[in-house]
């Protein structure tokens, strides 16, 4: 009777066809050990949890952006754009309070950018402010007339000294140096290689990029004025707030002329495409308006460097290290008292205090994103994964061990013994009622996590793993005995 290993580092990949792969990563993400000799050559980690450090208000005040400032960070909570500050005290112990800095109306996520004193908050297709605490106004609008002379500002990014605004009207302008308040309605430029709209501006290694509905033109800064480079790559960018810098690259949410909607990222002097077809077969069940709104944001923690992609109702996760996708939820109370699983709640994130902070989607909360927080803001995380099917060239099969190998002890104070829920399927479509085992005590960590006797099925078997214990989730490996259930070996 054969042991087989069964891999558990592929990542969220959920086929059209079910049978073919039906494999969810919700709330875990995948490792790969960067040594040889390891347990094994790919487990699952526990997406991090969230706890509050502050909070502005009531549900009204839905994060609308966050940007960090010399180190500080900036939220915009509802209409209430606060800064966020830390004090450690002579014992160590560090509190977080909130300063009210000014009042910005609306409810759509706004454009930021710095430069390194000011910081200039964008209302797409709206007004817009410069937040400067040094000087003796420090919240101001732009009203400046050369600021709409070339169009209605949509977007801002910041380099060279200088602020950069995209318009309607296929141009974008550039302020005065070091100056957001300073316009000038002559220093305005077009991207021509094609004549697409402007969707987004984004700054990678000191070039400008003005991303169309269709291209992408690079342009450079000669003396202040920005001119083509000569160089675009034929896709384009299909959600404003989609655009993000990785550690070696940038990536978007785009494609190219009649081309359905996929995440790419500029790898030398071309895009190539990140997603895969099970994530361009989700993004193509959004309509045009759900891509429009998606929004990216990035951080790295333990090593992991994530680039999210967060749509009205899912949030995936791309791994830059790893190159595996993974999916976010979030388990929230909702305005009528029951419970609901949305997309991650995270609105927005940026790293100070050493911390990822983060804005909130369901109200004025201010978070951190925590590796060894279990819970988001006290709420359970539902982690769900499930893996390759296991076939036997056609043939029936029958499990008659399954093994999981956790991080065994983790239990706590707070959960005595910890538990995970196997649901088993013969056809990727039907599960069977789950089956739960424990991992071990505070200490217990030799405990194992063994299910018997799981069955026979006709042509292939699919394991699916749920938890939602405030523990460590660590996922190490998963291990089967079977034989042919017709053959009798």
Same mark, same amino acid.
């Given at each position: ?178 100056? +957001? ?25 000191? $070039? ?26 034929? $896709? ?92 976010? $939820? ?146 190490? $490996? ?5 034989? +042919? ?5």
């Amino acid at each position: 009777m054969p042991r087989v290993n069964i891999p558990i580092s592929n990542g969220f990949y959920v086929s059209d066809s079910l049978p073919l792969s039906a494999q969810q990563c919700s709330n875990w993400y995948v490792n790969l050990p960067q040594t040889e000799g390891a347990l094994s050559a790919g487990n699952l980690f526990g997406c991090a949890g969230m706890s509050q450090l502050a909070t502005t208000g009531d549900i009204n005040q839905v994060n609308r952006g966050l940007h960090v400032k010399a180190g500080k960070p900036y939220l915009l909570n509802g209409e209430d754009l606060v800064r966020l500050d830390s004090v450690v005290d002579a014992e160590g112990v560090e509190t977080f309070s909130t300063v009210s800095l000014g009042t910005i109306a609306g409810d759509t996520r706004v454009s930021t950018a710095d430069n390194g004193t000011q910081l200039m908050v964008l209302i797409p297709g709206g007004n817009a402010y410069i937040i400067d605490e040094t000087s003796g106004t420090p919240f101001v609008q732009i009203t400046d007339p050369s600021f709409t002379a070339n169009g209605v500002p949509q977007l801002v990014v910041f380099i060279d000294s200088f602020f950069i605004v995209t318009t309607d009207s296929k141009k974008f302008i550039r302020s005065d140096a070091n100056n +957001g308040l300073s316009w000038d309605a002559l220093a305005v430029f077009s991207a021509e290689s094609d004549p697409d709209i402007i969707v987004a501006p984004h700054v990678y290694r000191n $070039k400008l990029y003005i991303a169309g509905s269709e291209t992408i033109e690079e342009f450079q800064n000669v003396g202040g004025n920005f001119q083509r480079t000569g160089f675009y790559l034929n $896709k384009g960018c299909f959600a404003k707030f989609s655009m993000i810098s990785t550690a070696e690259s940038f990536m978007w949410i785009g494609g190219g002329t009649n081309e359905s909607p996929a995440i790419w990222s500029m790898v030398g002097n071309s895009a190539q495409k990140v997603s895969t077809t099970a994530i361009d077969s989700a993004l193509q069940r959004f309509t045009k308006e759900q891509i429009e709104n998606a929004f990216v944001y990035s951080y790295a923690q333990k090593g992991a460097y994530f680039v999210g992609f967060s749509f009205p109702t899912r949030t995936f996760e791309f791994n830059v290290v790893t190159a595996k996708w993974n999916e976010r $939820k979030s388990q929230i109370i909702n305005t009528k008292g029951l419970t609901e699983n949305v997309r991650w709640r995270v609105n927005s994130i940026g790293t100070a205090y050493n911390r990822v902070i983060c804005g909130d989607s369901q109200g004025g909360t201010i978070g951190s994103v925590e590796v060894d927080t279990y819970t988001e803001y006290g709420q359970p995380i539902i982690r769900v994964a499930s893996f390759q099917p296991i076939a036997d060239l056609g043939h029936a099969i029958a499990i008659t061990q399954l093994e999981v190998t956790m991080n065994s002890g983790s239990g706590d104070l707070n959960v005595k013994n910890p538990s995970i829920r196997l649901r088993t399927s013969k056809d990727a479509h039907i599960f069977n009622n789950s089956l739960t085992r424990t991992f071990g005590a505070i200490g217990e960590y030799f405990k194992r996590s063994i299910w018997y006797r799981l069955g026979r099925f006709p042509r292939y078997a699919i394991f699916e793993f749920t938890m939602s214990d405030a523990v460590d989730p660590t996922m190490i $490996k998963l291990e089967a005995n079977m034989r +042919g259930g017709q053959r009798g070996n």
